[in-house]
């Protein structure tokens, strides 16, 4: 089991930043971890993942060149970095693990997944 705690959100101007955590704990060796959003009456979406080791990152279009996706696997955290905010950001976050590693932009693959930290980029 692996447990997920995200923090970090909150109400921010647009061009504004913010960082997301994800602090994990239980089997979190080799997880892949993902972060997803769903804004209101709208389906949730892939932002960011990174496999295991770090190595690999993936990014949803939206997001490239503004969000990066970071771990510690020392303090067994990962980040979202978010830069350049824009209102079209505003969601609930979502951090998830896939036991498998990969760090895919498919929510289907993820085993675990936080309760979400809302997110509100103003004009």
């Known amino acids: 089991q692996v447990q997920l705690v995200e923090s970090g959100g909150g109400l921010v101007q647009a061009g504004g930043s913010l960082r997301l955590s994800c602090a994990a704990s239980?089997?979190?060796?080799?997880?892949?971890m993902g972060w997803f959003r769903q804004a209101p009456g709208k389906e949730r979406e892939f932002v960011a993942a990174m496999n295991w080791s770090g190595r690999s990152t993936r990014y949803a279009d939206s997001v490239k060149g503004r969000f990066t996706i970071s771990r510690d696997n020392a303090k067994n955290t990962v980040y979202l970095q978010m830069n350049s905010l824009k209102p079209e950001d505003t969601a609930v976050y979502y951090c998830a693990a896939d036991r498998e590693g990969g760090g895919s932009n498919l929510a289907n693959l993820y085993d675990y997944w936080g309760q979400g930290t809302q997110v509100t980029v103003f004009a």
């Open positions: 239980g089997r979190t060796f080799r997880t892949g």
